[in-house]
């Protein structure tokens, strides 16, 4: 089973990483200036993870794949690692549609 990690940032910022059953990060967030609003980014992460059009796939500057989580308004949600490959990067996205459904939410701040 998956779970929201929630952080607090050096600079105060709330922010949560999903994290796999086997412990790796799979998709991280942008700052949040309040805890409540690092909830509702997770609550919008379970809900567009299960629609692919929210999943923007990328690639860095370098040329590694990675993609973007966006709200249906556009905003991204969250991001990924960069990846070695592309179907790395499409198996990381299939991992976050399975791990967000059940995933528990731990406040490690």
Known sequence: ??????TKRSNGEFQFSLKAA???TILVSEGYSTK??????IESVKMNSQDESRF?????SNGKPYF???ASNGQVI??????????ARDNGISSVKNNTSNAVIEDQF
Request: net charge neutral; with cysteine; glycine share 12%.
């Open 36 to 41: 409540a609003a690092c909830l509702n980014g």
């Open 22 to 24: 086997n412990g790796q």
């Open 56 to 60: 923007d796939k990328r690639e860095s």
């Open 68 to 70: 973007n989580l966006k």
């Open 1 to 6: 089973m998956g779970k929201f990690v929630i």
């Open 78 to 87: 969250g991001s990924s690692e960069m990846y070695e490959s592309n179907s």
